[in-house]
């Protein structure tokens, strides 16, 4: 079984340019989940969606972010303008049935670097 | 602000030995809680989880020991392997926040041939 594929594995970019971040659920799965990992503050929630709809977006730490997902089976978190401090391991995640006993799906993240 | 905090970045154990990680919470609303194990240039993946009605659950090698009056849980790995060498998360969730979970900064476990 396929599982949660984001793309791209890596990113380089410079300050100031945008940055999109893919994901592809599982199928199936209704809630999808991007996470952001940094030494400092570890893996904290950005922002999740139920059924395409954002339902938490408070982790999301500014403006310059922000998170679409027009269907059931693709979602973007997006940066514009990227800053260094950007620079992080962002996951996404996915379950099924919208609770959390259900266990979390992660992808193998992306690695962004923002120069 | 850490609600879940991992105190120990990293544990070295000897193969066949017990491996035991720890987690603390602070948030009292907190009642369903997780681990997850990542290996390098992965995602994490879950392991086992328990819900604030149980002391203890287990699944193979792995128990998960929850004390609610310390707010203390805990991962023992019997016996260990080789192969569980990776970073494990603690996360933890609240009734009324659903899907918002909360992680631990992550425990480096290394487990010596």
């Known amino acids: 079984d396929a599982g949660v594929i984001q793309s791209p594995r890596h990113e380089v970019t410079e300050m100031g340019q945008e940055v999109t971040l893919r994901c592809k659920p599982i199928?199936?799965?209704?809630?999808l989940f991007w996470y952001r990992q940094t030494m400092m503050r570890g893996l904290e929630l950005l922002i999740y969606?139920?059924?395409?709809?954002?339902?938490?977006d408070s982790g999301m730490p500014e403006d310059r972010f922000s998170a679409k997902m027009p269907n059931a089976s693709f979602s973007t978190l997006k940066i514009q303008p990227s800053e260094p401090r950007d620079s992080a391991v962002y996951f996404c995640?996915?379950?099924?049935?919208?609770?959390?006993?259900?266990?979390?799906?992660f992808g193998d993240g992306t690695r962004l670097s923002i120069l | 602000d850490q609600q879940v905090k991992q105190n120990s970045p990293s544990l070295s154990v000897q193969e066949g030995r017990i491996s035991i990680l720890n987690c603390d919470y602070t948030n009292s609303m907190f009642d369903y809680f997780l681990w997850y194990k990542k290996y390098p240039a992965e995602g994490p993946t879950f392991l086992i989880s328990?819900?604030?009605?149980?002391d203890k659950n287990e699944d193979g090698r792995f128990t998960v020991f929850l004390n609610k009056s310390a707010k203390h849980l805990s991962l023992h790995i019997v016996p260990s392997q080789p192969g569980d060498s990776a970073v494990y998360f603690c996360a933890a969730s609240a009734w009324l926040n659903n899907n918002d979970m909360r992680f631990g900064a992550g425990t480096r476990l290394t487990v010596k041939p």
């Open positions: 328990i819900s604030s009605i149980k």
């Open positions: 995640a996915s379950s099924l049935g919208g609770t959390r006993y259900q266990p979390q799906h």
């Open positions: 199928s199936g799965h209704n809630s």
């Open positions: 969606f139920n059924n395409n709809v954002p339902i938490d």
